[in-house]
């Protein structure tokens, strides 16, 4: 994928979060493309349920152990989670549990309500990280409820 190539798809992302129901915690968008570059899965948070991450709800639309994820990039409008009270796995883990290779993000999940590890636990776990600061501004704009 090129620079060109994260920052559309990253741009996706970002749109999809803006179909996440309310709540008082982030919205945020994923997308799974395969290695040539065909979109696997999408999810947002809380598609399907109040506790659902965008991350988890991409990844568990697809059979477990799809081949298809080796060398799959998965896009991301916030930092995936390092931390998580409401479900055992967090989505760093599924991540990388998914045989997931690759991950490109917009905006590192702020120290609201946890310290998050999660591009730091990706990069040690020999994944490809790619962040887009500059894209940051519209994650924030669409989770504006919580910065205020």
């Known amino acids: 994928m090129t620079n060109h190539d994260d920052r559309y798809w990253l ?3 970002i749109d999809l979060s803006r179909s ?3 709540s008082e915690t982030f919205n945020v968008g994923a997308i799974i493309l ?5 979109v696997l899965s999408t999810g947002y948070s809380r598609e399907t349920d ?16 799809d081949p ?3 060398g799959s990039t998965i896009y991301s409008s916030l930092e995936p989670c390092s931390k ?22 917009a905006w590192r999940e ?5 310290d998050c590890e999660g591009l730091e636990l990706l990069t040690t776990a020999g994944l490809e990280v790619s962040e887009y600061p500059d894209l940051a501004d519209a994650v924030r704009q669409v989770n504006a409820h919580l910065l205020a």
């Not at 109040?50 to 152990?65: G, Q, R, S, V, Y």
């Not at 009270?85 to 993000?105: F, K």
């Not at 702020?110 to 946890?114: D, E, G, H, L, R």
């Open 110 to 114: 702020p120290n609201i309500f946890v």
């Open 20 to 22: 996440c129901p309310p």
């Open 68 to 70: 298809r994820l080796a």
């Open 50 to 65: 109040p506790h659902d991450h965008a991350e988890e709800t991409a990844i568990n639309k697809l059979p477990l152990n």
């Open 11 to 13: 741009g996706q992302a």
């Open 84 to 105: 998580r009270a409401s479900r055992p796995h967090t989505c760093t883990e599924l991540i990388i549990g998914a045989g997931i290779t690759r991950v490109a993000l």
């Open 34 to 38: 395969d290695k040539s570059g065909e």
